[in-house]
């Protein structure tokens, strides 16, 4: 199997192209060998993907269904990313990007999807698709593979979303938070530590929650599992019960340490509007506090300068934000390269703090000295910073020892 961070060159793939040794992309695997004989459960969309999935997952375990799954991320119910319970269903993440030096088709074209949720659709992948309209061209293929006895949950407050599911030939719902959705989540209520809201379905109500995760994004996204779970037939209290007890995915505002009472928190957040509900979301949960937000420009979409202004915008929602050094910046020109500088700009002018460094050891001493107690820092980028959190985390601890038991 061939995974899609490899290319021509890497000295295994040449091994296997010489000795003719058989391969396949994940996805080609999933498909011959993972998805016969299930009920193929595809979670997509630009954001949401994997918390949508576990939290689908986590309400058919809790509903005795021994669910199948694929997430991209570690499930923190499950302590893994996978899961082969036996039962019937396979909930699969479904990625657009493409699969394999080989195989150039998105990752959700292979998955054959009996029932599918789109949660949202925005330009990304800056390094492979040119524009929106070849996104959505991909979600339209992918909408015309379910069957007419299967469904679609769609967001319904998307109008590019309504717009590549208006052509499907078996039944669609939406959801949201305003009228006129089949799935509707009303009588919010964001607070630290909790989320409450009611689920109707076409003026029924169906269930009351609460749950930990914060942010309206994540209500959107246990509306959508909701939906999809209620449909297959698993009952109210399986949902409410399971919903309860979702401790989340790794890397969504994970909470990694609180030294000198500076909180440390790690998130996943690599599109500016993901950025932008993180903030939101950290925010609910942690009223009146400071928010730094500190982002590392990393994915191949980010690299470029395609969101700068979106990137700066988002930002400035925060109190103060860091910005890291481009990653793998020589290998993109200067004209197709994000500046940092022009990020921080803007987000200088729209009268918010804003710093830029050239590494983590940079951002950790920087955070160290002028974060203060009670503030949040949001640590936002889809690798590992080079290790920002630990670092960061030490030298906060290092402040907090008392001066005799400080490290020399």
């Known amino acids: 199997v061939i995974g899609n961070a490899l290319s021509r060159g890497n000295p295994e793939v040449e091994f296997v192209l010489d000795r003719k040794i058989p391969y396949r992309s994940l996805p080609q ?80 074209l292979h998955y054959h999807p009996d029932e599918v949720i789109v949660t949202s659709l925005e330009f990304d992948h800056a390094d492979i698709y040119e524009n ?32 590549v599911v208006k052509g499907a030939l078996c039944p669609v719902e939406t959801y949201g938070l305003a009228a006129g959705a089949d799935w509707l989540a009303g009588d919010l209520e964001l607070s630290e530590g909790e ?30 599992a909701i939906a999809i779970a209620a449909g297959r037939g698993v009952e109210v209290a399986a949902i409410e019960q399971a919903l309860a007890t979702y401790r989340g995915v790794r890397r969504r505002l994970e909470v990694k340490g609180e030294p000198a009472g500076i909180l440390v928190v ?7 509007t993901a950025i932008r509900v993180t903030i939101e979301a950290a925010r609910h949960r942690w009223p009146g506090r400071r928010v730094w937000a500190i982002f590392e420009p990393r994915s191949n979409t980010m690299r470029r300068k395609v969101f700068e202004r979106e990137l700066a915008a988002s930002l400035s929602t925060a109190d103060a934000a860091v910005l ?29 703090q804003a710093e830029g460094f050239d590494s983590a050891d940079a951002i950790a001493e920087f955070l160290a000295l002028r974060a203060g107690p009670g503030d949040v820092v949001l640590v936002m980028s889809n690798g590992s910073f080079d290790g920002l959190c630990g670092k960061l985390l030490a030298r906060l601890q290092e402040r907090a020892a008392p001066a005799g038991n400080a490290r020399r």
Do not use: C
Request: no cysteine; proline share 4%.
């Open 195 to 224: 989320t409450r809201f009611r689920v109707s379905h076409r003026g029924a109500e169906v269930a009351r929650i609460r749950m930990a995760p914060a942010g309206r994004h994540n209500v959107l996204n246990a509306l959508a």
């Open 29 to 108: 695997t999933l498909e011959e060998y993972f998805l016969p004989g299930h009920d193929s459960l595809v979670v997509t969309g630009t954001h949401g993907k994997t918390t949508t999935t576990s939290m689908l997952v986590w309400i058919l375990e809790a509903a005795g269904r021994r669910p199948n799954f694929l997430v991209g991320g570690v499930a923190e119910n499950f302590g893994r990313s996978f899961g082969l319970g036996g039962g019937k269903e396979l909930v699969l993440e479904g990625d657009e990007y493409d699969s394999a030096f080989f195989d150039k088709a998105p990752k959700f």
């Open 132 to 163: 929106l309209a070849a996104i959505e061209l991909q979600f339209r293929r992918m909408v015309n593979l379910v069957p007419r006895r299967g469904r679609i949950v769609a967001w319904g407050e998307s109008e590019t979303v309504r717009g």
């Open 324 to 352: 890291g050094a481009v990653n793998r910046a020589s290998l993109l020109g200067d004209q197709e390269r994000l500046s940092p500088e022009r990020v921080l700009e803007a987000i200088r002018a729209a009268g918010r």
């Open 266 to 272: 790690d998130d996943f957040a690599h599109h500016p």
